[in-house]
């Protein structure tokens, strides 16, 4: 398994941008964000395998942007426009090692997570 550290969360007023960055202990094929709110499903952000190959949730798509420095294992999400419903959990996650696996939709299949950043928007 590959250890993640996550950084970046914090509160911010609806409108507001905000950046969160996962560092990786080594290489990993794909990484991906997901956020989870207490009481609700946990929720598939976006991914982005090692060839610059991104899929977004519903709820990210046109506002958030993945990122990721391979040469320093690190994946990062430009999180712009945010609302009071991105309020959440947000965990970076390490895991698929094909590209058909490695999509928001899959949470399954990615083994490693982080502690988790929180992420508040107020309106």
């Known amino acids: 398994l590959v250890q993640l550290v996550e950084s970046g969360g914090g509160s911010v007023q609806a409108g507001g941008s905000l950046t969160l960055s996962c560092t990786a202990s080594?290489?990993?094929?794909?990484m991906g964000w997901f956020r989870r709110v207490p009481g609700r499903e946990r929720e598939g952000v976006a991914t982005?395998?090692?060839?610059?190959?991104?899929k977004y949730g519903d709820s990210a798509k046109g506002r958030f942007t993945v990122s990721r420095d391979n040469a320093k294992n690190t994946l990062t999400l430009q999180m712009n426009s945010l609302q009071p419903d991105d309020t959440a959990m947000y965990y970076c996650?390490?895991?698929?090692?094909?590209?058909?696996?490695?999509?928001?939709?899959?949470?399954?299949?990615?083994?490693?997570w982080g502690q988790g950043t929180q992420v508040t928007v107020s309106s």
């Open positions: 996650a390490a895991g698929p090692v094909t590209r058909a696996t490695c999509s928001p939709s899959g949470s399954v299949y990615f083994g490693s």
């Open positions: 080594k290489y990993t094929y794909c």
């Open positions: 982005l395998d090692n060839r610059n190959i991104s």
